[in-house]
Every structure is written in C-alpha cells, then in structure tokens.
C-alpha cells in the first residue's frame, strides 16, 4: 500500500479524471494530496464528498509524499519530477517531457508491465494517440509480427486541456453567432474546422505529435524495426481521439483472426457490424476505460495488410487510466524508491 499519494496538475482535464478514477477505483492509499499552480493553489476541489485544499507545487511539497502522478505542462515536469526524486518520491508521469529519456520506462501495463520495474524515480505513461494504437497493434504484433503502420488521427479538443474544451465550445457558439473569437489553445479556429498540425515542426516534415506516436511504440514495444508513419488531425470533437490504422504484419492475419485476437484482449473491445451502421464513435466511447476497433478489413492494396479503426477515451485510457494503473503496479509491487 502506497502510504501517501499526490495528483500534480489536479485541476487539470487529466488531472480531474484522475481524482475519478481514485473515486471510482479501489485503489490502496493513505493521504492524498492535490497540487497545483498559483493559479489554483488555495482553491478547493470536492474529492469523495469531502473539500480540500489545492496546495502549491514546489519542491517541499513531495517532503512526505511516496508516489505522485503528474499531469502538467512539459517545462513543469521537467522542473518538479527531480524535487520529488531527491525526496524517494516516485513520479507516473503523463507529460511528453521524460518518455524518452533512456534512464525512464515507458509503461503501457497490457503491454510492458516489466519495464516500470526498472524505474529510477520516474516512469512516464505515454501519449494519448500512442496508447490506444499500440493497445490495438499488441495482439497483432504477438501473432504475426508487425513490420509497418499507417495511421491517420481523429484528435479530440480535450487532448489540448481544458483550454482546448473550452475553444471548442466558446468557438462554435461564436461562430453560430457570427461573434469573434480568440481561441487560447489552436492556432487556427478548431469550430466547423479540421487543423491537420498537433505540435511544433519536429523531423522532416512531421510534428512533435507525430515523430511521439514513432519513437514511443518503438520504446514501448523494444523494437526500432517497427515503421509507423502518422498524420495527426485535431478535429472538432469534445473528447475521444479516433485512429485509422493500418498494419502490415510479417504473417498474414486475416480478418476474422484479427477479430479473434482483438476479442481476446484485456481493454479492447470489438464493435464491426459494417451492414447495421454498428462502429465505435468518440460521443459512445467517452467515460470508457476500453479502447474500441471497428471497420476491420483486408488492405486491397498490399498482401499482409489490415485495416481498422480504433477510438479511444484520450483522457482515460489515454491519459489518466493508463497512470493510475502504473501507480496501482507500483503499490503491488512496492516499488518505491
Ligand atoms: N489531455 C489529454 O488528452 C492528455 C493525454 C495524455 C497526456 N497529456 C499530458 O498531460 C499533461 C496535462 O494535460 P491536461 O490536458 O490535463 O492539461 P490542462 O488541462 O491544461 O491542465 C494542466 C494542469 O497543470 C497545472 N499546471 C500548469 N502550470 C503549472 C505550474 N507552473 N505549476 C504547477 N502546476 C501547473 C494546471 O494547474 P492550474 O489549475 O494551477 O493552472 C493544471 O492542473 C500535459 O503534459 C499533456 O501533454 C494530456
């Protein structure tokens, strides 16, 4: 049992998830404490019928603190998660800023349990439109080994936080309204709009967004043969990201033995009936701890290729789920620095 736990960036969209999932989980604690910026610092936040004080994140704050799950911008994880190692705190880490540092396991639990055992002070979870892909791509790597992945995304507002919730809303009501607006998280109006850019220039032509959903299956999976070329999209969706994707496998798997491999996999769920409109889709999939693959079929263009697409609750699953259940592998294994 974790003796003293912290949620940094509380009052965040990952953050508040987080704070549900603790509600909604059974997970073994014995204080918690909620940590936060100035901006919110003194604040209060209901948390199992009870209020409690956001506290500011400074580096005595992890003074008594065992594990912290952290979801916060990149230069503020860079900044804190070395206050907390120097005080045996452990860190799960949901920023982009640690994942691919060599000395920090990149953890999907379905997936490589085994490397959050060689944490030295932080294990980072990885970004949201890498976790639902290689959920999916998992069975299929294990039968038929998977040499290639195409992949377009479907990017929901809520992976930009709650700035990029509140554009989405704030932008279509003015837009309806024919009012201005200045939206805070997209650098073009997201309302009746898809924006083909999430993250900076990163490598030839790629964004930052794209080059993560590379190098991290690659980390995940301990195998750089791997090739994923990606497209990421913000779409004017609440929340749940959507993926097409597209695998090439060394063996041949056919369609029904994709349905076969999927159905039997902890966290996937299969939901293809093509003739009835029966899909998965971002409005059925939120608040939903599966990842969904529908639309399952042979590429017509290549040998071994498989088609699906595949949703995802960024926020759980992609996000906060995928954090509290590092941290739930922490408190089985007592793992704590
Ligand atoms: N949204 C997703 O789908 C998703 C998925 C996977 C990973 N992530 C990653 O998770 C992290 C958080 O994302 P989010 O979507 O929850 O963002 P968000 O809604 O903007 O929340 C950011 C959180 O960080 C806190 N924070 C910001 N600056 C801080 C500072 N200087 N000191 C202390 N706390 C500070 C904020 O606290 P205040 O209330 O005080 O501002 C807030 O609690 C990001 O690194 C993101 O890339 C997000």
Known sequence: ??????????????????????EERDFPYGKITFLASQRSAGTTITFKGEEHEVKLLC??????????????????AAEFCPWARERNCVVVD?????????????????????????????????????????LAMKPLHDAGKIRRVIVSTYQATSGAGVQGQADLIDGSRAFLDEADYEYQAFAHPIAFNLIPQIGSHKHEGYTSEEMKMVYETQKIFG????????????VPVENCHSESILVETEKKISVDEAKELFDATPGLKV????????YPMPNQCSGDDNTFIGR??????????????????????GAATNAVQIAELLSKTQAAV
């Open 271 to 278: 939901v293809d009936d093509l003739g009835n409109g029966e």
């Open 94 to 134: 949901e920023s982009g800023y640690w994942r691919m540092d060599p000395e920090v396991p990149l953890v999907v639990p379905e997936i490589n349990p085994e490397a959050a055992d060689q944490h030295k002070g932080i294990i980072a979870s990885p970004n949201c439109s890498t976790t639902q892909m290689v």
């Open 223 to 234: 195998d750089e043969s791997i090739k994923v070329c990606p497209t990421c999209v913000r």
């Open 1 to 22: 049992m974790i003796e003293s736990i912290a949620i940094v960036g509380a009052t965040g969209a990952v953050g508040r998830i987080i704070r549900q999932l603790f």
């Open 59 to 76: 580096p005595e704050a992890f003074d008594d603190i065992d594990v912290a799950i952290g979801s916060t911008p990149d230069p503020v």
């Open 296 to 317: 399952i079929r042979e590429d017509l263009s290549c040998e071994n290729g498989l088609a699906f697409w595949c949703v995802s609750d960024n926020l759980r699953k």
